[in-house]
C-alpha cells in the first residue's frame, strides 16, 4: 500500500482491492464528502458477491451509524469502514503517516484508523 500512495500523484487518495468493483459515482460522492470533511477517511457501504457471504459482517458494517463508525472501531470486528472503500486526502493521509506494513499478520489498517482516531480526525460513510 505504502508503495502505491508513493508512486501515486494527486491530491486525494481513493483505494480499491484489486477483486472489488466500485460502483459509477463512487468516486464524485466520496471526493464531495472529502471535501466537507477534509480530515475524515470517508468510506462507502459494500454489497457482497456472492450474495450473502459474511452476511452477519456486512450487515453490521452497513448499518452502522455516523456517530458508530468511531465507538464500534474498538471492537473485535476491526475497522468500522473497510479498507477498500477508503477514500481521503493526500495531504490528511500524509499527516496521519505511512501503514505499518513491519509484517505478515501487521493490522495495518486498523493500526492507520486508530491513528486517524488519535490525531483528531474522524470516520464519515457516504
Known amino acids: 500500500k ?3 500512495i508513493a508512486q501515486s500523484f494527486g491530491r ?3 483505494f480499491l482491492d484489486a477483486d472489488d468493483v466500485m460502483m459509477p459515482q463512487r468516486v464524485r460522492v466520496q471526493y464531495d464528502a472529502a471535501l466537507a470533511f477534509p480530515q475524515c477517511v470517508i468510506g462507502c457501504q459494500v454489497k457482497r458477491e456472492p450474495e450473502g457471504s459474511t452476511e452477519r459482517y456486512t450487515r453490521w458494517i452497513n448499518s ?3 456517530e458508530q463508525l468511531l465507538t464500534q472501531v474498538f471492537t473485535s470486528h476491526g ?5 477498500p472503500t477508503w477514500f481521503c486526502s493526500r495531504q490528511w493521509f500524509d499527516s496521519i503517516g505511512k501503514f ?3 509484517g505478515k499478520g501487521v493490522p495495518e489498517d486498523l493500526l492507520f484508523f ?3 482516531i488519535r490525531k483528531g ?3 464519515f460513510r457516504v
Do not use: H, K, W
Request: with cysteine; glycine share 8%.
Open 2 to 4: 505504502n508503495r502505491a
Open 12 to 14: 486525494f487518495l481513493c
Open 64 to 66: 452502522l451509524t455516523q
Open 79 to 83: 475497522p468500522t469502514i473497510i479498507m
Open 100 to 102: 505499518d506494513e513491519s
Open 114 to 116: 486508530y491513528e486517524v
Open 121 to 123: 480526525g474522524g470516520m
